[in-house]
């Protein structure tokens, strides 16, 4: 499985971003799908994600003000971000998990200015 992340970039807090992670590969059994944030010196965190229930999930401080979506049919995830603040400054990696294995895609940069 392979995941591209896109639509990361430099952004003025009150903004907003819309990130785009497009799977390929064996793709079939993708039982959860989502995205993590690391930001600088901390963990990789869970920001939202498709749980392999179908429902969604959300970090808090992105509820309310993140939305995950997907597209099926092209097989990509998607991120709205909107009323970003300089906390929400990061690297936003797309994960799926198929058969119990984590897959990861490269960080798309995600910088918010005060």
């Known amino acids: 499985v392979q995941l591209q992340a896109s639509g990361g970039g430099l952004v003025q807090a009150g903004g907003s971003l819309r990130l785009s992670c497009a799977a390929s590969?064996?793709?079939?059994?993708?039982?959860?799908m989502g995205w993590y944030r690391q930001a600088p010196g901390q963990q990789r965190e869970l920001v939202a994600t498709f749980t392999p229930r179908g429902t969604t999930d959300y970090a808090d401080s992105a509820q309310g003000r993140f939305t995950i979506t997907r597209d099926k049919a092209s097989n990509e995830v998607y991120l709205q971000m909107k009323s970003l603040k300089p906390e929400d400054t990061g690297l936003y990696y797309c994960?799926?998990?198929?058969?119990?294995?984590?897959?990861w895609g490269q960080g798309t940069l995600v910088t918010v200015s005060s």
């Open positions: 994960k799926a998990t198929l058969f119990r294995v984590d897959y």
């Open positions: 590969g064996d793709i079939f059994t993708i039982e959860e």
